[in-house]
């Protein structure tokens, strides 16, 4: 009787201990994990608000500071942001949030052909005469 109740609880000991082992491998094949994929691309973001080469180092700078942003080169006289991030650590949206807490606003986003990027760097005659630096977000108020 007792070499039956010794078998059985060996038994019982060696059925718990393979549910165990199999339960944990079949939970290891339904995990899937998910790995994004690494891509960098380009966005031009359109904005609103910047005057002089102060307020695109200040743009410049908040957005590199985004995990995942490789690359930032904006221009106030074109009003736009040139982003280049990678899709894995970051997202458009995220990018224009930070912008958009440093008081500039950001009217939305577009897909960039890199190869014809143009950045203006230029002002417009009429821009010199209505305003001046810091007239934007970055400091004084417009020349009268």
């Known amino acids: 009787m007792a070499r ?6 060996t038994v ?5 201990f393979s549910a165990l082992v199999v339960s944990s491998l079949y939970m290891g094949e339904n995990v899937v994990e998910e790995k994004k994929v690494s891509k960098i691309i ?20 908040t957005a590199s500071k985004v995990n995942g942003v490789v ?6 006289p074109a009003q736009v942001a040139i982003v280049e991030y990678d899709t894995a ?20 986003f577009e897909d960039v ?10 002002v417009p ?6 305003m001046k630096c810091g007239a934007g977000k970055c400091g004084s108020s417009m020349a009268e």
Request: hydrophobic letters at 35%; charged letters at 20%.
């Open 12 to 16: 019982t000991i060696i059925m718990i």
């Open 113 to 122: 052909n890199t190869t014809s990027v143009q950045m203006k760097k230029e």
């Open 71 to 76: 690359s930032v080169s904006s221009s106030s």
């Open 42 to 61: 380009t966005k031009r973001i359109n904005m609103q608000g910047m005057t002089c080469e102060s307020c695109e180092e200040l743009i410049n700078s």
């Open 125 to 130: 005659a009429k821009a010199i005469s209505t």
């Open 4 to 9: 039956n109740n010794f078998i059985i609880a």
């Open 89 to 108: 650590k970051t997202d458009i949206e995220s990018i224009m949030q930070a912008i958009a807490k440093t008081g500039y606003k950001t009217l939305g």
